[in-house]
């Protein structure tokens, strides 16, 4: 009896809080805020802030059409695959506080699981066997390569940081890291840790594919590169995946740098973990997507791997010497 | 339960493939201008798509030449159904100025189902807006007509507006050849 109940709880967790149906509505009510916000910078009315939702049904409702040079089980089951590793992301991540799933190693495995939609993109295009998905994928590739080094050394200096705290080295546990953070303040207010995370917003659009880093999947240019033979519901999960990293990626900026400000209780922790995440993502998203033009392939390998990750290693350095 | 929800979606969300057939380059601006700050047709939900598969509305401007009428059919097959197809402007309507040349195969409506027509040379942005409009309304019908298509036992819904013999791209003469009338 007890395992019936745990496991019906577990199944919660993951299909309702903080699972699919939190991060659906909040990936959506993000991606729709952000696309009106920059609709109001370009001085448009913009489209409503459901428009997310229109589209993501819309598609769901749309005919799939399998093209003849694609390997159908490889294509149709890359977005699935996308979603799932994305939803279990969201597992790990303390809503303010608490994490459902916790281990001594979330962020290594945070790591892991963010690097699993991409590639699934990556396979999903390559077995559609389209020359727009080949250009596409090989760019998504090295996108991913320039935002990791930044993202380890940014994960790095937190871990540095809280384990001198703890004296356990590096702890890379979240449940720790948000721990140490109720009980010392966040760690935005220690200037050591500054830099990481200005390190950590700047690589937020790049991880999620947003302009100006989009070359993966410029849409003027490349037809939204790998996913330019896909319809109907496989790219409304797609979009659905997409909406749903901005999400991830903010919510981990708040756990790792702005935790210890929940108030215990869990539905109102989560309501100001999605407003700080609509904040963020109105400015180092919605405002960069406004105001600057796509950059090539190798300009933002470069910038990544040279500015974003310089900031990221003073931090580290900083904390090496337990600052 | 959610079949009302995408009905109603799909009105609301229609993504633009815009197919230039050998236009004078006038509606394609047009076009643009209904995309841009000045008339934003993404209050509507309007959306560029880069490739045919995310499409709902085919947007045809040019008076099909030759060369591109095989290649318009093609793109338009690859629409996913629900779809419509709008053509701005009076060539592919008529051929307009350029109607008896022989490389102008214009109208539209003798190959596909044509289900918005926007007339003008060029036809003001809210001329064209009013016709993309229109377009989702049909939109939707055509996701109702499916419905009830399945509900009475047709499996794959009806089959899309019956579509005349798309003629392959090879079939068309090289540029350079002599072309029987």
């Known amino acids: 009896m007890a395992i019936v109940y745990s496991s019906l709880v577990y199944l919660g967790y993951i299909l ?17 805020i952000d696309r009106k916000i920059v609709a109001k910078m370009q001085k448009r009315v913009g489209p409503p802030i459901l428009q997310p939702m229109y589209d993501f049904f819309k598609l769901m409702g749309k005919e799939t059409i399998i093209p003849a040079a694609a390997n159908k089980t490889v294509f149709l089951a890359a977005p699935i695959v996308g979603l799932a590793a994305m939803v279990v992301i969201q597992l790990f991540i303390p809503v303010i506080s608490t994490p459902i799933l916790y281990g001594t190693a979330d962020l290594i495995v945070i ?30 590739m090295v996108t991913i390569i320039a935002c990791e080094l930044p993202l380890v050394l940014i994960f790095l200096s937190v871990a540095k ?35 990481a995370a200005i390190a950590m917003l700047l690589v937020i659009p790049g991880e999620t594919g947003n302009h100006p880093f989009d070359a993966a999947e410029a849409e003027t240019e490349i037809c939204e590169g790998m996913l330019a033979e896909y319809s109907g519901a496989p790219l409304g999960i797609y979009k659905l995946t997409h909406a749903i990293k901005t999400f991830t990626l903010t919510a ?27 904040v963020l993502t109105i400015i180092f998203i919605s405002l960069v997507h406004a105001v ?28 090496w010497f337990g600052m | ?22 236009s004078c380059n006038g509606c394609d601006i047009e076009l ?46 690859q629409v996913p159904e629900p779809r419509c197809i709008v053509t701005i402007g009076s060539c592919p309507q008529s051929g307009n100025v350029f109607k008896g040349s022989y490389s102008v195969m214009a109208p539209l409506s003798k190959y596909v189902h044509v289900d918005v027509a926007v007339a003008g040379c060029t036809p003001k942005p809210e001329a064209i807006m009013d016709g993309l409009v229109q377009a989702t309304e049909i939109l939707k019908e055509k996701r109702k007509a499916w419905l009830e298509a399945k509900k009475n036992g047709l499996k794959d819904g009806p089959k899309a507006e019956t579509e005349q013999e798309v003629p392959a791209a090879e079939d068309v003469p090289a540029s350079g050849e002599e072309v029987q009338q």
């Open chain 1, 16 to 32: 309702i809080f903080p699972g699919f149906l939190f991060c659906f509505v909040a990936g959506m009510l993000i991606t729709g």
């Open chain 1, 111 to 140: 790591l892991y699981l963010l690097l699993i939609p991409a590639l699934a993109e990556i396979y999903g295009g390559s077995a559609s066997g389209s020359p727009y998905a080949g250009v596409g994928l090989s760019r998504e």
């Open chain 1, 161 to 195: 940081t809280v384990g001198n705290a703890m004296g356990t080295g590096l702890c890379f546990s979240l449940s720790d890291i948000a721990a140490y953070q109720a009980a010392n303040g966040s760690l935005m207010l220690k200037a050591s840790m500054i830099p």
């Open chain 1, 252 to 278: 981990l900026f708040v756990a790792l740098f702005l935790g210890g400000i929940g108030t215990g209780i869990v539905l109102l922790d989560a309501l100001i973990e999605f407003a700080i995440c609509v």
């Open chain 1, 292 to 319: 600057t033009a796509r950059l090539k392939i190798e300009q933002l390998f470069k910038y990544y791997w040279t500015a974003v990750s310089a900031i990221a290693l003073i931090s580290l350095v900083l904390a």
């Open chain 2, 1 to 22: 339960m959610f079949k009302n929800l995408i009905t109603e979606s799909t009105a609301k969300s229609p993504w633009l493939f815009h197919i230039n057939s050998g």
């Open chain 2, 32 to 77: 643009v201008a209904v995309l841009t700050p000045r008339y934003d047709a993404e209050r509507f939900g309007f959306k560029l798509a880069g490739s045919p598969r995310h499409a709902d509305i085919v947007v045809v401007s040019g008076p099909l030449t030759q060369q591109s009428l095989p290649r318009t059919l093609r793109a338009i097959s």
